[in-house]
C-alpha cells in the first residue's frame, strides 16, 4: 500500500494522520520538500511550521540556513542516525508557488489568496486543485490598511481606498485629514497580499494602482516605510504592522471594523482573507501531505496563532449587543456567545466551501467537549439583499439548515434555527465577493 492510499484511509476513517520520520522517505541528497510561493506565508509561518513538522517527526538540531538570495532559505533537521533532512521555502509571491507546480520545481504551493482559475486549469494534469484534498487553509489573514503613527485618520472606506490607491484621491486634506500629498506603498506583482487587495478593494471598482506607488517584495520593509513617512499608506499583512496604524474599514453597509482577531477569524472584517497551502491532488510527496496534516492540527494551529495569524482553534466570543443590530439578535447576544468560526458556501450555491468543510470537525469537537449537544447550539444565517425581503429570510434560513443537516449527524440537537436575511451585512453586495461573504451562518452557544 503506497503511503498516498494510507493517508487517504486513515482520512476517511478519522483515524490520527501523524507519522514517524522513519515512515517519511528521505532522498539520497536529503531533501524532502519544495515549498514556493506567498511571502505572507513563507516569510515566517511556512518555515515555523516545517519546524514544528520535523520536531513533530523526531528530527533533531531543527534549525535554518539562509542563502544569499532574498526570501529564500532551507530548513534541516538530523535523524537519530545524522541523515540530514531539508525543505526548501522560497517566498517571491503567491503566483510564483503555480508555477512552480506547473514546471515541476515545487512540491507545494504556499498561496496568500484563491488560486485563480486560469491556474487551475493550467494545472489540470495534477489534478482538481479546487477539491477538498488540494485546498487546504491553514489560516487567516488580515490586510491591515496602514498610516504613520501620528495620522489622525481612524477610519476609512473601501470607496476611499479605491481612490487613494488609484491616485484619484491625492491629499490627506481630501479624505479630512492632514499632511498634504499621499505617498502610497504596495507589494510587488507576484504578491498575494497585491492580489487580494486588487481584488477586494481596486478591481471591483474599475480601478488600477497607481503606477507611483513604490512597490516592495518585502511585508517587513513595505510597513517600516510607512511608518517612517508621516504622508504615507500601505496594505500588508496583519503580523506586519509593526509601528505602522492600523484603520478600520467600512465596506458598503458594514460597521466600521478594526483588523481586531476576532472580526478576522469569522471573516467579518472586510479585508480578512485565507491563506492556503496547495497540495497537488496526485502528488506522491508524502513529507507534503505530512506538512498539510500537522498545519491543520491544533499543534500546527497554535503555531499559527505564534506567528501573528489567526488560527482556526475555536472559541466563544462575547458579542456586546448594540442598536444597528436587529433585536432579536441582540437578545441572542446577551444570554449566548457566538462561535469564531462563520460557516461559508461555494460560489452560486449551498454546498460548503472547502474551509467549511475544514470547520465541521471543528465545531462538532468543541460542542461535545463543553457538552452543549443537547438544545444548547442556535445556527444564524444571513444573506445578500434581495428584491424581496421574505426570499432573502429563507435563504438564510436555508443555508443555516445546510450547516445543520452537517452537524446533526454528529449527535448535535439543535436548541433554534434563525435566518436573518441581508440584515447586518459584512461587505458590499455591488460585487461577488462581498455577496459571498454576506453568505454566512453563524453558530451560537448557550
Not at 487517504?8 to 483515524?15: I, K, P, T, V
Not at 530548513?75 to 503555480?98: K, P
Not at 494534469?125 to 501620528?150: C, M, N, R, T, W
Not at 451562518?441 to 448557550?446: D, F, G, H, I, P
Request: charged content about 20%.
Amino acid at each position: 500500500m503506497t503511503l498516498r492510499v494510507l493517508f487517504l484511509l486513515m482520512l476517511c476513517a478519522g483515524l490520527p494522520l501523524t507519522t514517524s520520520a522513519s515512515d517519511l522517505p528521505i532522498s539520497e541528497n536529503g531533501l524532502v520538500l519544495r515549498i514556493q510561493g506567498s511571502n505572507t506565508i513563507g516569510a515566517a509561518l511556512g518555515p515555523a511550521l516545517v519546524e514544528g513538522l520535523m520536531r513533530e517527526q523526531g528530527l533533531l538540531k531543527v534549525h535554518r540556513e539562509v542563502p544569499d538570495k532574498a526570501n529564500e532559505l532551507r530548513i534541516v533537521g538530523e535523524t537519530a542516525q545524522g541523515q540530514r533532512v531539508a525543505v526548501d521555502v522560497a517566498a517571491h509571491g503567491s503566483s510564483t508557488g503555480f508555477s512552480a507546480l506547473k514546471n515541476a520545481s515545487a512540491d507545494l504551493a504556499a498561496s496568500s489568496r484563491p488560486i485563480k482559475d486560469s491556474e487551475r486549469l493550467e494545472l489540470e494534469p495534477l489534478g482538481d486543485f479546487k477539491s477538498p484534498e488540494a485546498e487546504q487553509v491553514i489560516a487567516i489573514d488580515g490586510l491591515a490598511i496602514i498610516l504613520h503613527p501620528h495620522n489622525p485618520l481612524n477610519q476609512l472606506n473601501t470607496e476611499q481606498l479605491a481612490r487613494i490607491f488609484s491616485g484619484e484621491a491625492k491629499t490627506w486634506e481630501e479624505l479630512g485629514g492632514r499632511g498634504g500629498t499621499i505617498h502610497l506603498y504596495a507589494r510587488d506583482d507576484q504578491s498575494g497580499t497585491y492580489d487580494t487587495f486588487k481584488e477586494l478593494v481596486l478591481s471591483r471598482r474599475g480601478k488600477t494602482l497607481n503606477s507611483a506607488a513604490k512597490r516592495f517584495e518585502s511585508s517587513e520593509q513595505l510597513s517600516d516605510a510607512v511608518s517612517q513617512d508621516p504622508q504615507g499608506i500601505g496594505f500588508i499583512g496583519l503580523p506586519y504592522v509593526r509601528q505602522a496604524k492600523a484603520v478600520a474599514i467600512v465596506d458598503g453597509q458594514s460597521q466600521a471594523m478594526p483588523p481586531l482577531n476576532s472580526l478576522i477569524a469569522t471573516e467579518d472584517y472586510p479585508l480578512s482573507r485565507r491563506l492556503f497551502f496547495y497540495l497537488p491532488p496526485q502528488g506522491k510527496n508524502p513529507w507534503a501531505q505530512a506538512l498539510v496534516t500537522f498545519a491543520q492540527s491544533s499543534e500546527g494551529q497554535a503555531i499559527v496563532a505564534a506567528n501573528g495569524f489567526i488560527a482556526q482553534t475555536v472559541q466563544a466570543m462575547t458579542v456586546t449587543p448594540n442598536a444597528l443590530m436587529p433585536e432579536a439578535y441582540q437578545a441572542l447576544s446577551r444570554h449566548a456567545q457566538r462561535l469564531s468560526v462563520n460557516f461559508r458556501f461555494e460560489e452560486g450555491s449551498a454546498t460548503l466551501d472547502n474551509k467549511a468543510r475544514q470547520d465541521l470537525s471543528r465545531v462538532l469537537d468543541y460542542i461535545k467537549q463543553h457538552d452543549k449537544t443537547a438544545r444548547q447550539v442556535t445556527l444564524v444565517g444571513f444573506g445578500d439583499a434581495k428584491s424581496d425581503p421574505a426570499r432573502a429570510d429563507l435563504l438564510s434560513k436555508l443555508r443555516a439548515m445546510a450547516v445543520r443537516r452537517e452537524l446533526v449527524k454528529g449527535g448535535v440537537v439543535f436548541r433554534e434555527i434563525r435566518g436573518f436575511g441581508a440584515e447586518m451585512p459584512v461587505a458590499t453586495n455591488s460585487a461577488d465577493e462581498g455577496r459571498i461573504k454576506n453568505r454566512r451562518v453563524e453558530v451560537w452557544v448557550y
